[in-house]
C-alpha cells in the first residue's frame, strides 16, 4: 500500500556529483528551520571517510548534521559511511558491505520520527549504482519523495539537466524544483543557461545560487524560495 509523502521531506539529487548537491541540502534545511519547521538532513550513502574519534567520519554528512535543527542518530543520518571516495558499490564491495535498500529506507523512516522535515539528499548523480542491480533512482523510487534537482551551471548542464529529469519522470516521480548553482566562476553564458533551463524543465527554478569563493548554507539559504516546500509554521507549535 502507498502513502502519499509527508509535507516537508524531499529527495535532493544533482546532475553530477561536485556540483553542490550538499551546499543545497544544508541551505535547503536552514530555509526549513527558518521557516518554523524541525528539519535533519540525511545522506544515503557516503563514499569518503576519515577515522576519527572512534568512528568514520563523512564531510558531507556532518554538513548536513551541523545544518539540521533536528538532532537524528547516527544511523539514521548516514546508514553506510563508506572509507574509499570512489562508486558507493565499488567502495561498498572493497570492505565486504552489500548496500541494502531496505536499510537506507528504514534510516529515513527513523529520520520522520525525530524531524517533520527530512532532506534525504542522494550521491552523485541520479543514477548512481547502490548494487549488481539496483540505483540510486531505484531508491528515489521506493521512498516516492519529491525530488530537488541541483544543476551545476557549467559547460554541459543544459543536457545533463533535461537528461535527468526525463529519468525522474519516468520513475513516476514529481520533480517539485531545481536550483541553478553556478559552480563555474568562468561559465560564458551562464544566465543564459539558466533562462534555456527555466523554459526547458518542467519544474519552477526555486533558487539562482551565484558563484562564492566560500560558500556557506545560511547564505545560500537566502537565495532560496521555498514556501511552497515548506510553507511558513507557528514556530511555538510541537
Not at 554541459?156 to 548553482?181: D, F, K, M, P
Request: include cysteine; hydrophobic fraction near 45%; charge should be negative.
Amino acid at each position: 500500500m502507498h502513502h502519499d509523502p509527508r509535507p516537508g521531506d524531499v529527495f535532493v539529487t544533482g546532475t553530477d556529483t561536485e556540483i553542490g548537491k550538499t551546499l543545497i541540502a544544508c541551505a535547503l534545511l536552514h530555509a526549513a528551520a527558518r521557516q518554523g519547521w524541525r528539519a535533519a538532513g540525511i545522506k544515503i550513502t557516503a563514499a569518503g571517510a576519515d577515522y576519527i574519534g572512534g568512528r568514520w567520519q563523512n564531510e558531507d554528512v556532518e554538513q548536513l548534521r551541523h545544518a539540521s535543527s533536528a538532532t537524528l542518530p547516527d544511523a539514521a543520518s548516514c546508514p553506510y559511511i563508506l572509507p574509499q571516495a570512489v562508486a558507493p558499490h565499488i567502495a561498498a564491495a572493497a570492505i565486504g558491505v552489500t548496500l541494502d535498500m531496505e536499510t537506507i529506507h528504514r534510516a529515513y523512516q527513523i529520520a520522520t520520527a525525530h524531524a517533520d522535515a527530512v532532506v534525504v539528499e542522494g550521491v552523485g548523480g541520479f543514477r548512481v549504482p547502490l548494487d549488481d542491480h539496483q540505483d540510486t533512482a531505484d531508491l528515489a523510487q521506493r521512498l516516492r519523495l519529491p525530488v530537488i534537482l541541483v544543476v551545476g551551471m557549467r559547460l554541459g548542464c543544459i543536457s545533463h539537466a533535461l537528461l535527468t529529469a526525463e529519468a525522474i519522470a519516468a520513475r513516476g516521480l514529481r520533480l517539485a524544483g531545481w536550483v541553478a548553482n553556478h559552480v563555474d566562476p568562468d561559465m560564458q553564458h551562464s544566465e543564459a543557461n539558466v533562462q534555456t533551463l527555466a523554459h526547458r524543465l518542467p519544474a519552477p527554478l526555486i533558487g539562482n545560487v551565484p558563484y562564492m569563493t566560500q560558500p556557506d548554507p545560511e547564505t545560500v539559504a537566502q537565495h532560496l524560495r521555498v514556501s511552497t516546500l515548506f510553507p511558513t509554521r507557528n514556530l511555538a507549535s510541537p
